[in-house]
């Protein structure tokens, strides 16, 4: 993942080209905000600024999509997102509990990232494995009927 900091000339010139690519589309402002949030990693009120005035459009406008839309983050985020899922079913089977297991085993709560920049937990909506509630997704990995500790902490573990 890249950093503001790191090389940051370099990675707003690729989100200018980006811009100067899009901006012509009906209503870029949200893909991009995306690619901008691949290219930096996260969308910090710098980026957004520059966007605003590339677009010529008011950062508050930024300010209120980046904020409406929890795919988007102001805070950088972990090699990780640890995604909870928070549907019907996996709330019934104890969504709740699992979210607590791994906050304790992480030491963060929903939204944030771990110290290491490890992992973000965040929470989504049904990911379409219901049959496995409860479930959380790690990338391309999904993990279902995890009902106790040593469970969540073993998969963790899994990604370096
Ligand atoms: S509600 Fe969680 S996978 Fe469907």
Redesign the pocket.
Known sequence: MASVTQDSSRLYDKLAEVIEEKKDLRNPLIEILRIAQEIFGYLPVEVQEFVAEKMGIPASKIYGVVTFYNFFSMKPRGKYTLNV?T????FVKGAPRLIQMIAEELGVQMGETTEDGRFTMSAVR?????SL?P?FVIGEDTFGRIDNKDKVKEILARYE
């Open positions: 899922c549907g019907t079913a996996c049904c990911v379409g494995a219901c509630a479930v």
